[in-house]
């Protein structure tokens, strides 16, 4: 049975090892221009316009509403964590005794400057009646925008992506910011599922101005594998490689248990 496991494992360890390794130089170079720096106390520019889903233009300063808001920058038509991640935050919502729309604000930002007003306003659709609380229309946004009117959002946020034109997807990372009444960057969530009592902490912090610190970052990246192409994308890069590392490791808890199990059965 040892033999057994430990013959598994190391399968295992190689495969995703092997797996990891065949990924092409252009998936790599791709996911090197990717990044969510923690831009802690960094200002958004206030007067950068943007569309709401009703197609009207609005200064992204005009939805902080003297409120903290979570800024999600996500594009609505991604195939893969972009809707993990609103849905991962509207399970959050849904947990706290705050109301979007009364204690604050979010604000879901397409980086994609091809999209439009209409796709925004079917995401809003959605996430509006998934929230299911009183107000949640008038404190949810969902904005597209222009190119530099993305970049500059994009760049003060510290959110670093990329397009891959083949395959006709972003490559980008995942997760949060929670912004202060006056814009400032006050934390960042990272991932796709967020803890209740994490996103309540952090408003409470950025509703009284309070800039965190940085927290612990595993960045999950949204990229696509397309075997018709024999592409490699990944969603998580390191967490493949550590998939391999934590499946070693759960085998040999396993080993080790049924070897106590052995010898206290011959005892």
């Given at each position: 049975m040892r033999r057994v496991l430990f013959a598994l494992a190391a399968l295992l360890s190689t495969g995703a090892a092997a797996a990891a390794a065949t990924a092409p130089a252009a998936a790599n170079k791709l996911l090197k221009d990717v990044d969510y720096a923690q831009n802690l106390g960094a200002q958004i520019p206030l007067r950068l316009p943007f569309r709401d889903e009703t197609g009207r233009t609005v200064r992204f300063g005009e939805l902080l509403n003297g409120k903290p808001a979570v800024l999600a920058l996500v594009y609505y038509q991604c195939p893969m964590l972009c809707t993990e991640t609103l849905n991962g935050l509207v399970r959050a919502m849904r947990a706290l005794s705050f109301s979007a729309g009364d204690q604050y604000d979010v604000i879901t930002v397409s980086f994609d400057p091809r999209e439009t007003s209409a796709l925004a306003a079917a995401k809003k659709k959605v996430?509006?009646?998934?929230?299911?609380?009183?107000?949640?229309?008038?404190?949810?946004?969902?904005?597209?925008?222009d190119a530099d009117s993305i970049r500059r959002l994009t760049a003060a946020a510290g959110f670093r992506y990329?397009?891959?034109?083949?395959?006709?997807?972003?490559?980008?990372?995942?997760g949060?910011?929670?912004l202060t009444p006056q814009g400032r960057i006050s934390g960042y969530l990272f991932g796709v599922e967020y803890a209740a009592g994490d996103l309540r902490l952090a408003l409470v912090k950025a509703a009284a101005g309070t800039i965190g610190s940085p927290v612990d970052q595993f960045l999950l990246y949204c990229y696509h594998y397309d075997p018709l192409t024999g592409k490699y994308g990944l969603r998580v890069t390191r967490a493949l490689r550590l998939g391999g590392v934590l499946t070693v490791l759960g085998l040999a808890a396993l080993v080790l248990?049924?070897?106590?199990?052995?010898?206290?059965?011959?005892?």
């Open positions: 996430y509006v009646e998934r929230y299911g609380r009183p107000g949640a229309a008038r404190g949810w946004t969902f904005l597209t925008g990329t397009y891959d034109a083949e395959l006709d997807q972003y490559a980008h990372a995942t949060l910011a929670v248990v049924l070897s106590q199990q052995r010898r206290a059965a011959a005892a």
